[in-house]
């Protein structure tokens, strides 16, 4: 089996208008991960794959998609003091995703391990199983925490494909965690129903997925997604969220594997990233399906940056990983 190499973190450079705490940018607040690292407040870890994607008969381009976001966060202000880790990136060999996920599930493991917060830089929507196995592995899941599992994403990706794809992840997830005898609640924020078939809805009620459909979503919306998303934190312990930009509209988010004819709209995604970052139960996240190579004027990969920004700057911490107390009162809606 070919091994997956794991690129060194890149420098991170970008526009400085001084070295003072008031003049802060991202490229300067990012240093290579360490062994001593323990005072990150973040690490961002980087999955260069687009073999689900391909696997899937989508359009390639996605493992570009962690330098990418690394760029466009690069120079964005900070207003206030952080230390943030950079670990790399795990570069996925042809026909080697699933050694790939696992070497990402033990990155992220071990960085929840060290009481980090693991944000994951995709890479096709196969980044999931493997940010999701890190959270199952870590010492931060005890069998009496329910994991909740948010999906903004435009496709259930709850397929029964015979091989892993970036169409499976979630169910993937399910599965494991059923066998285990353990218990996964599912939700998918921004559901399009034409590009989901009556066999992948069918599938969603039949593994308990809840979903919101992004008809359902619009600003105007703004108390059914509150309700939707409180009804979610209500049921979780431990949240991940996973970020797949193609729920996005194309015109805010072109540069995808799957462009959204329709899509739902930033000011409510932006929203409900604020309110999960805001629960006291976000343990890790991720961003997936960047694809540069379709991208306009980086306007993709920028609208991914301002979310990882606002959701790293907003997120307060869980208290100690393994000690949470089971179904905790959400927080964070308004």
């Known amino acids: 089996m070919t091994e997956n190499p794991v690129a060194p973190p890149p420098t991170w450079t970008g526009q400085v208008d001084g070295t003072t705490q008031e003049h802060l940018r991202w490229h300067q607040a990012v240093t290579p991960l360490r062994d001593e690292s323990h005072s990150c407040a973040c690490v961002f870890i980087g ?3 687009d073999e689900g994607v391909a696997r899937n008969k989508g359009r390639r381009g996605a493992a570009a998609g962690p330098d990418a976001l690394r760029n466009a966060l690069s120079s964005m202000a900070v207003a206030e003091p952080i230390r943030a880790c950079d670990a790399g990136t795990i570069v996925v060999a042809d026909d080697q995703l699933e050694a790939g996920q696992e070497a990402l599930g033990a990155t992220v493991a071990a960085a929840l391990d060290a009481g980090q917060f693991p944000l994951v830089f995709g890479g096709g929507q196969e980044v999931a199983y493997g940010t999701y196995l890190g959270l199952a592995q870590s010492s931060a899941r005890s069998p009496h925490l329910r994991i909740g599992v948010l999906n903004l994403d435009a496709h259930f990706d709850l397929r029964a494909d015979p091989v892993a794809n970036s169409g499976t992840p979630f169910r993937q997830m399910i599965e494991r965690e059923r066998a285990a005898g353990t218990s996964l609640q599912y939700s998918v924020l921004g559901i399009s129903q034409p590009s989901n078939t009556t066999a992948l809805f069918e599938a969603a009620h039949s593994l308990d997925a ?3 459909l992004d008809d359902d979503c619009s600003v105007t919306d703004r108390h059914r997604v509150a309700v939707f998303v409180s009804n979610f934190l209500s049921d979780a312990d431990l ?7 193609d729920v996005l509209p194309a015109s805010v988010a072109p540069g995808v594997s799957a462009p959204a ?3 739902v709209p930033l000011e409510t995604i932006q929203f409900v990233c604020d309110a999960i970052a805001a629960s ?3 343990a890790v996240c991720d961003v997936a399906e960047l694809n540069p190579a379709f991208d306009v004027d980086n306007r993709t990969a920028r609208t991914a940056a301002r979310l990882i920004h606002r959701i790293v700057t907003k997120r307060i911490p869980p208290p100690v990983l393994g000690s949470l107390p ?5 927080r964070g809606l308004k």
């Open 261 to 263: 004819a329709y899509g």
């Open 326 to 330: 089971a179904r905790s009162a959400a």
């Open 280 to 282: 006291g139960k976000l």
């Open 47 to 49: 999955f260069a794959s």
């Open 239 to 245: 949240v991940y969220l996973s970020i797949d930009l």
């Open 210 to 212: 809840r979903y919101l």
